[in-house]
């Protein structure tokens, strides 16, 4: 066998015996998160109450969980947005019997009306996981919601719909995130001036997004950052620490004013 065969040949089984011990990482990692998360979850299921805050100095940070989960996947992150009172920080539990996120969108925008009478804000910034990230983006896209909103952050977003779980698609949410959905097409539609900055993480070890890149947003109208996630998985991504230091980066930054899209440094 000649040389270069044998090199290519070595070549490729490294790569393939690096990027598997990778999804091997973060497929263990995914399961510490899980059983963390389970232990959690009852203590978000019920809606958190208001408490009043002294101003900060920045835009209030709203957080929105993904489908069948609640405000508990958020308790890392919300502690580092909120560190030193910089920010106002509040989850948002919408209900688990919906059964369209446009309605949910629609109840997103209330009460982002709601947070900016109660804390003088005229803007706020949205993080969303999963599911949430795409109820963010309707209100922002399709519900005049970039007049209020001056960030979206969204982690593992089915953007452009997922394959995943076919025998879900019993569930009318599945099927709104699935690639043929009217809910997908809406959101490719045109959106000239939207005034919302999109950041968008997602991870190729994201076993929920098919293909993995779903989780990026792809829209001519929109100012987006597409930011690629190492070794992470889908659960992962709201608690990982260096997600969680890339999101408030991503919130300290300047808006910028142009709409082009672009691909930030990936996140290790």
């Known amino acids: 066998m000649p040389l270069s065969v044998s090199l290519s040949s070595w070549s490729s089984w490294s790569t393939w015996s690096t990027l598997s011990g990778a999804a091997l990482r973060a497929g263990a990692l995914e399961v510490v998160v899980l059983g963390g998360h389970l232990l959690l979850y009852p ?8 408490v009043p805050r002294p101003p900060a100095t920045r835009p209030p940070v709203l957080l929105l969980h993904g489908f069948t989960d609640n405000r508990s996947v958020f308790v890392l992150l919300r502690r580092a947005l909120g560190a030193g009172g910089r920010r106002h920080v509040e989850a948002y539990n919408y209900s688990p019997f919906t059964r369209d996120l446009r309605v949910t969108a629609r109840h997103l925008a209330r009460r982002v009306e709601e947070l900016c009478e109660r804390t003088g804000q005229q803007r706020v910034d949205l993080v969303g996981h999963s599911l949430g990230g795409l109820v963010g983006r309707y209100y922002v896209q399709r519900l005049g919601g970039d007049a209020r909103v001056r960030t979206l952050v969204t982690l593992g977003t089915p953007h452009s719909g997922t394959l995943v779980a076919p025998f879900m698609d019993a569930h009318p949410l ?3 995130m699935r690639p043929d959905s009217r809910v997908v097409s809406e959101l490719a539609e045109p959106a000239p ?7 968008a993480f997602w991870s190729e070890f994201d076993a929920l997004m098919t293909p993995v890149g779903t989780a990026r947003i792809e829209h001519p109208d929109l100012q987006v950052e597409n930011v690629q996630v190492t070794g992470i998985g889908h659960l992962a991504l709201p608690a990982h620490p260096a997600v969680i230091a890339a999101v408030r980066r991503a919130l300290d930054g300047p808006v910028p004013a142009s709409a082009e899209s672009a691909d930030a440094a990936s996140v290790a």
Do not use: I, P
């Open 193 to 199: 001036g939207c005034a919302t900055r999109c950041v």
């Open 43 to 50: 203590t978000g299921v019920c809606q958190e109450k208001v």
């Open 174 to 176: 599945v099927r709104q």
